[in-house]
T-cell receptor
Framework: GQNIDQPTEMTATEGAIVQINCTYQ??????LFWYQQHAGEAPTFLSY????GLEEKGRFSSFLSRSKGYSYLLLKELQMKDSASYLC????????????FGTGTRLKVLA | SAVISQKPSRDICQRGTSLTIQCQVD?????MFWYRQQPGQSLTLIAT?????????ESGFVIDKFPISRPNLTFSTLTVSNMSPEDSSIYLC???????????FGPGTRLTVL
């Protein structure tokens, strides 16, 4: 079956570092994507991993281990504006071409 | 990055009626997707809109309830038919970027069915 799990909620302090984990079990794998979604807005693309390892983009980094079915999004130097939901999604080409989204993690950044 | 617009941005509809949501992309894209996002939930894929052929629906979604059109490479519509309060949700369209490593979303249509 298709299963993508994330923690439901996380809280962190401004200036800190937070790691949001994502584990997945899908029929096929052709990339893992992270999105940020502020309340009432559409998701915006953050990162893409298809090979194992760490991809860094400014304050955000994303890691992938395909053998473990595991990814994380690392947010450094947290700012209040980082309070949002973070969605992990797997692109699956095993049947129809599609993106399967995880449950999402609501991150609250406290002053 | 692609810019995607949706119309309407929100609507309140009566049970039993239908609503058509339009999605316009500012460039030609191969793949367009329609998602539903219920309050506090993640995104659920309804279907992939294919240009020149019928949409591909995910399990639990059927063409009679959610007919989709894709007349060209920049435009798609999703109709929510014979609505019930359970259809109240945000409906989002998205496209896949040219390098296939990004996905862009429209602003969403917030639908409330009374």
């Amino acid at each position: 079956g298709q299963n993508i799990d994330q923690p439901t909620e996380m809280t962190a302090t401004e200036g800190a570092i937070v790691q949001i984990n994502c584990t997945y079990q899908t029929s096929g794998f052709n990339g893992l994507f992270w999105y940020q979604q502020h309340a009432g807005e559409a998701p915006t693309f953050l990162s893409y991993n298809v090979l194992d390892g760490l991809e860094e983009k400014g304050r955000f980094s994303s890691f992938l281990s395909r053998s473990k079915g595991y990814s994380y999004l690392l947010l450094k130097e947290l700012q209040m504006k980082d309070s949002a939901s973070y969605l992990c999604a797997v692109r699956d080409l095993s049947g129809t071409y599609k993106y399967i989204f995880g449950t999402g993690t609501r991150l609250k950044v406290l002053a | 990055s692609a810019v995607i617009s949706q119309k309407p941005s929100r609507d309140i509809c009566q049970r039993g009626t239908s609503l058509t949501i339009q999605c316009q992309v500012d460039s030609q894209v191969t793949m367009m997707f329609w998602y539903r996002q219920q309050p506090g939930q993640s995104l659920t894929l309804i279907a992939t809109a294919n240009q020149g052929s019928e949409a591909t629906y995910e399990s639990g979604f059927v063409i009679d309830k959610f007919p989709i059109s894709r007349p060209n490479l920049t435009f798609s519509t999703l109709t929510v038919s014979n609505m019930s309060p359970e259809d109240s949700s945000i409906y989002l369209c998205s496209d896949q970027g040219l390098d296939y490593n990004e996905q862009f979303f429209g602003p969403g249509t917030r639908l409330t069915v009374l």
